[in-house]
């Protein structure tokens, strides 16, 4: 089993999960972060840390959101790996609660 980061995710991107991460699975995109499935050892450390209930594990995953499964696999062969907690974008408070960001998913 594995860890997804879903929508809520999208331009806010705090790391404060990157951090916790103990074999570094996370990738970082422009405004958004993901799992690599084949990384992840299912610890469960990253998904309370999450200020904006974005992680899931892939059994949990919201309806509607099934579709992250794929992203994070795909996009975590294209970005780089992220070990280190970096500061939030300016507006990430700004988007923490909208809702339907996928069209703002920067690659």
Not at 67 to 88: D, Y
Request: contains cysteine; aromatic residues 8%.
């Amino acid at each position: 089993m594995t860890f997804v980061v879903t929508e809520p995710c999208i331009k806010c991107k705090y790391t404060d999960c990157v951090e916790v991460c103990p074999v570094d699975c996370f990738h970082e995109g422009p405004n958004f972060l993901v799992i690599d499935p084949e990384e992840c050892i299912d610890c469960t450390l990253c998904e309370p840390e999450c200020p904006v209930t974005a992680i899931y594990s892939e059994d949990e995953v919201p309806a509607g959101q099934e579709h992250f499964l794929e992203l994070n696999a795909e996009l975590s062969r294209q970005w780089p790996v992220i070990t280190e907690m970096k500061p939030a974008p300016e507006d990430a408070k700004d988007w923490e609660d909208v809702k339907d960001k996928l069209e703002h998913l920067e690659r």
